[in-house]
């Protein structure tokens, strides 16, 4: 092999790694660029002004419910991400259940409390659900939901480390079927989803909590 093709070869084999090394983060680790937040009939373009970033951390508290949404949408994706509760003192709020989630699929419409589509209920307890919302409907062992406001479709299973670990969450959404897994196991599956492309969504419902590793890729 002359020095040319090997050189070349090389120069291939580096950028092949080197692409499959690279992922599209929906979180660069510093700041809520690429996000807006939305309090109880306010949104913020700036979302820093609501939720901050913290080593690296997308940190969730205060005392009004609310969301951070990204201005971009996605269709037949898999979104990766870590999230932790909070369990700093100076953090906690409420005695019930701690209740988050993150929405996928969410349509381009008029933001409010809650809107329409897809949530990987995150929740003591419920960690896995579907809850689907605005009338969105899929198809879950063999049974479609009928439109609703809310309507929750339990989990196969549970998976959930021990309040304050962090836990790592998917969502695969490719050509209208949702699987969910929690902590590399699946939770839960549909097909034939009515919601097929959307924009992200993460929760805050007063329960503090951290999210980390956001990364979406294409399917």
């Excluded at 939305?38 to 820093?48: I, L, N, P, R």
């Excluded at 419910?65 to 201005?71: K, T, V």
């Excluded at 003192?89 to 993150?102: A, E, F, I, M």
């Excluded at 919302?133 to 063999?142: A, F, I, K, N």
Aim: aromatic share 10%; net charge positive.
């Amino acid at each position: 092999m002359n020095k040319l093709i090997f050189s070349a070869f090389v120069i291939l084999f580096a950028s092949s790694c080197s692409n499959s090394v690279r992922q599209p983060k929906l979180f660069n680790g510093t700041t809520l660029d690429g996000w807006y937040a939305y309090v109880q009939g306010e949104k913020h373009e700036d979302a820093s002004t609501i939720f901050n970033v913290t080593d690296s951390m997308i940190r969730m508290n205060g005392e009004r419910p609310g969301y951070l949404m990204s201005n971009q949408s996605y269709s037949n994706f898999e979104l990766t991400l870590d999230y932790k509760w909070n369990t700093e003192p100076k953090y906690q709020r409420g005695k019930g259940k701690k209740n988050s989630g993150v929405m996928y699929q969410v349509p381009d419409v008029a933001d409010k409390l809650w809107p329409a589509g897809i949530q990987y209920q995150i929740k003591e307890g419920a960690t896995g659900d579907f809850v689907l919302l605005d009338s969105v409907t899929l198809e879950v062992r063999g049974q479609r939901n009928l439109p609703g406001k809310s309507v929750v479709i339990p989990r196969l299973s549970e998976n959930e480390k021990t309040v304050g670990e962090w836990n790592q969450l998917t969502i695969k959404s490719y050509k209208g079927t949702c699987s969910q897994y929690l902590n590399g196991k699946l939770v839960n599956e549909g097909t034939k989803s009515s919601s097929l492309a959307g924009r992200i969504l993460l929760q805050y419902e007063g329960s503090p909590i951290d999210f980390r590793r956001l990364i979406i890729k294409k399917l």
